[in-house]
């Protein structure tokens, strides 16, 4: 897998989200590299990474545990994505011992993909993926924006993407979410539609000692939209361990 590293100090590795790469943190890593050292994967059929991705948020964990234990970052903070986060959640569950700390944004313990865009993506990915994009922001994020996301998920494969949100919509963790016990930090823009902030509240709720950040005017891509906001957010909790 295609692995980027910049700063030093804490190990943050930073997971992205469907049909996404490494670009979508450099926003985040431009304000933490100087406090701690940020880790950004591509995940297999993603970005640089060679692959075919997962069909399965384990499969993906699976991967990701193997890279972690490859690059000795035993002890480190996981930061994901929806699908990244979903993720961190299954490394949290699974392998308590090697991650020092989860951040979920825009995430759920349950994450259903409507049908029309499990089908789309393969039936017509161009079409499927700018209807996806507009509900990605919120309604104040900029054209610019919008238009950038876009063309980085255009340039993941159909097969993947469709995998990624497969794979999202198998992902079911509340019968044992409760029993996560690693220190964990819920970040969720206000105007999320993808994953709604009852998602994070939820989470927020059953995961003991979580803490819950809501970002105004934001949406799913929150950590794009409001940058500053969420590293933050993040560095106050590296920190805080």
């Known amino acids: ?22 670009h979508m943190w450099y926003a985040i890593r431009d304000r933490l590299e100087s406090s701690m050292e940020v880790i950004l994967v591509d ?11 997962s069909n399965s948020v384990q499969g993906y964990s699976d991967m990701v545990y193997g890279i972690m234990k490859d690059l000795a970052m035993e002890g480190c903070f996981v930061v994901g994505h929806s699908l990244g986060g979903a993720i961190a959640i299954s490394l949290g569950l699974v392998h308590p011992d090697i991650v020092k700390g989860i951040v979920l944004i825009g995430t759920g313990a349950r994450l259903r993909v409507l049908p029309q865009i499990l089908d789309g993506i393969i039936k017509d990915k161009e079409a499927t993926v700018r209807s996806t994009g507009d509900f990605a922001f919120s309604k104040k994020a900029s054209v610019e924006l919008k238009a950038k996301a876009i063309e980085e998920t255009m340039q993941c494969s159909a ?31 206000t105007d999320d539609v993808l994953t709604p902030p009852k998602y994070s509240r939820y989470l927020n709720e059953v995961i003991p000692g979580s803490r819950l950040v809501l970002i105004e005017d934001a949406g799913h891509m929150v950590m794009m939209e409001k940058p500053i906001e969420v590293s933050s957010a993040i560095e106050e909790f590296v920190k805080g361990r």
């Open 43 to 53: 995940l297999p059929g993603h970005g640089a990474s060679f692959g075919e991705g």
């Open 1 to 22: 897998m295609h692995v980027e590293r910049y700063g030093r100090g804490e190990k943050a590795l930073f997971v992205h989200g469907s049909g996404w790469n490494v």
């Open 159 to 189: 097969e993947v993407i469709h995998k990624d949100f497969t794979a999202c919509d198998k992902f079911d963790v509340m019968d044992s979410i409760g029993s996560l016990s690693t220190p964990t930090l819920i970040i969720c823009g």
